[in-house]
Structures are given as structure tokens and as C-alpha cells.
């Protein structure tokens, strides 16, 4: 039965449509029980773009993932265990919470996403990647195949796609009208680099994890990244054109800096200097979400992971982690199941109920970090996360 079901999910053709944790995940653990696919990624190389900060991986879900991928031992020998030391302040430079790990100890250590892509990457067999390929289109067929569009020419045509493209999913119409609204907070990621030697302050406020600085509807948090960069998002609550509007020219950086500088006017210094120390670009971003508990009607040989089915605001932290057990639960579907139909079926129940959970709860923490009094709510929010532990 087992040869049959092999034999049978060979024959089948599963294309992936991104590179990112998720993706990659799922083509990794395919691989590991023999069936192949192909991940297209628009990007031209696994460095043609920075990928950003610090990701924690949480026991029950991107940890499993990376078990399941034969991929945890590597992954314990990358993590920072050290980078789940957190500190609260207000604007003040009131400090509310100093939590400080054990070594080695404790289920959500960091990793840098780029050093996490890097190990899965490396994972794959080199021909499953095909760089440089950006989807453009697909043309669902009578039979229940898919006909994959690039931008280069390319068609391929596929028994399974699997979105998981990202936030703004090329796939996802096919499935469903929902798209992503605005969540009512930008923000401007900048970073203070080397910051242990040329930052001593900055470097003890921060500690060796992430800092929030809470007030007034506004944000500096800050996050230490394995490469000695903090890594800060300076975040806003703001209406969608604000980061438009604003006067700010985010590609002129030192000018951008001091009117960034205006907008904290009575924070405390300590807490400036997050921005007067910044180097190099900076990031502006919308943070975009999907209607919270989104479904759609199954359909044959098509199915979305991670944030095409389910993006939502990075304040339940779990983003990445529902991508990976996203890719779990979709391929040890498609293991189990012989008919993929029934497998992408299974899988999309599963993940309605858990990815649900954490939409609802992401949009609680929004709205309280970003609320009235958000340094003494958020204390009250991780005190309540410790007395259910
Ligand atoms: C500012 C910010 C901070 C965050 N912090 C955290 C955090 O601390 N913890 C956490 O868990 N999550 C965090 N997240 C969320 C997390 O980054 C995402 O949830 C996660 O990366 C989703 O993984 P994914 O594989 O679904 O999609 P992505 O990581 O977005 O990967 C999608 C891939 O698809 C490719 N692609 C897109 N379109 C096409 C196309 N047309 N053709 C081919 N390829 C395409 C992209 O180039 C990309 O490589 C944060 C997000 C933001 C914006």
C-alpha cells in the first residue's frame, strides 16, 4: 500500500510558489519522504535581498516543523536561546519588565531569518529552487491541474500549487475575494549596527533580546540580531497614507532621522537614541491582515500556507511559525493521503482551527500595545501568558 501511495504521488507534479519559510519548508519535508517538488521564487539568488530580523520559533509549531524537516539539531546549534530576554519600558524609560533567560532553556528561542532560509535552503536538493522564476498568472484547468505563468516565459503545468507567495498571494484570488486591509499601524524598521562596541548604552538598555518601549499609540522596539545589529521597528498608529503624508523622505536617511526624532519629542533620551543612532536605510512598511478566521471553498489542486492564507499583524509572534506548521500539516497530508484532493482538504480544516486562534489573539495584542496605558497592559498581557504556562 505504502509503494502504491509513492508511486502514485511521483507521478503527481507539486509546485510550490515561494521561497519563504513556509515554501521551503514544505518542499523540505516532501523531500525527506521522497516526493518531489519544485519551489519557484521570484528573487533572482538566495542574497539578492536583506531578510530582515530576528524570527522566534516556538516549540509547538516551527520547532515541529523543523523535526519533522530532520532539521532541529542544526537548528538548536543556530538558535539564541539568550534572545528571549525581553525588557518593557514606556516613554519614560520606566522600566516595567526585565525578563532574563536561562541558558539553553525556555521554548521560543531566536534565529535571524536569513541564517533560517539559509539552513532550509541548504536542506533542499539544489534543483527543487528555481530562482528567478516570478509568477505572473495561473490558469486553472478543466481536469483539476493548474497551468503556472511566469514572467520569463516559463508554463508549467501542475497536479498541486501551493501559494505560499506571501501577504500580497498572486494565487489567493483564485480561492477567495478576501484581501488584505490595512491593520492601522506602519512602521519604519531601521538599524543600530554593531551595537555592543559602538553602541555601549543602546547595547545595555536593549539587553540581549527584544525591548518594548510603549506609549502614547507609538512604539520603538528593538531586537538584537545574531549579527550584533539591533534591529528596531519604530511603529505608529496611524491612518494607511500617513507613511505618504508624513513628510518624511525614508530614502534620505539622516534628514528622515530627525524628523522621526520629532515624532518622540518627549520620549526619554535613552530612548532617542535608538534613532540618532541609526546607519543605513530604513524600511517603511504598512502592516496589512486578512479578516480573521478566512476560509474558502476547497478546490481540486490548489491550496494556501502561511501568510497567503492567513496574514495577520506580527504581534502574536507567530507568523512564521504558522507557515512552518502550515507546511508540516500540508505535507504530512499528502503523505498520508492517497487522493491530493482529500489531502488539501484535510490540511485546510486543520489549519482553519489553529491559525484562527492565533489571528484573533494577534489583533488583541495590536489593539493593546498600541492602546491607552500599553506599557502597564502589556505587563498585565505577559503576566497572564506566564500564570497558563
Ligand atoms: C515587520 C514584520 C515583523 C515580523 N516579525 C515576526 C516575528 O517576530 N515572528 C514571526 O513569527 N513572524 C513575524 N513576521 C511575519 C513573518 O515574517 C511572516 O509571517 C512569514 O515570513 C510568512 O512566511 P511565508 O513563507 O508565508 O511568506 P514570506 O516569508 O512572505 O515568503 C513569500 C515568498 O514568496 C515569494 N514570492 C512572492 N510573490 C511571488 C511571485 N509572484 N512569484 C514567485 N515568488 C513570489 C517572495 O519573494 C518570498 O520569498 C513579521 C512580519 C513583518 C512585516
Known sequence: MTTTIANTKQQQRIAIVGAGPGGLTLARILQ???VASVVYEREQSPSSRGQGGSLDIHHDSGQKALREAGLIDQFEALARYEGQDFRLFDKTGKIYLDEVAEPQEGDRPEIDRGVLRELLIQSLDPAAIRWGHNLTHVVPLENGQHELHFEN???DTVNLVVAADGAFSRIRPLLTESTPAYSGLSMVEIYVNNAAVDHPEISALNGRGKMFALSDHKGILGQLNG????CVYLAFQVEREWLNTCGI??????????LLLQHFDDWDESLKNYIRSAQG????????????GLKWTSKPGITLIGDAAHLMSPFAGEGVNLAMLDATELALSIIEHADINQAIQAYEEKMYVYSSKSAEESQANLELTFGDDAAAKFLDLMNQYHSVE
Do not use: T
Open 281 to 292: 536605510p530604513m524600511f517603511p512598511r504598512r502592516i496589512y491582515m486578512l479578516p480573521v
Open 227 to 230: 549579527d550584533g545589529r539591533i
Open 249 to 258: 523622505s525614508f530614502d534620505q536617511p539622516e534628514d528622515a532621522k530627525g
Open 153 to 155: 516565459g516559463h508554463i
Open 32 to 34: 525527506q519522504h521522497g
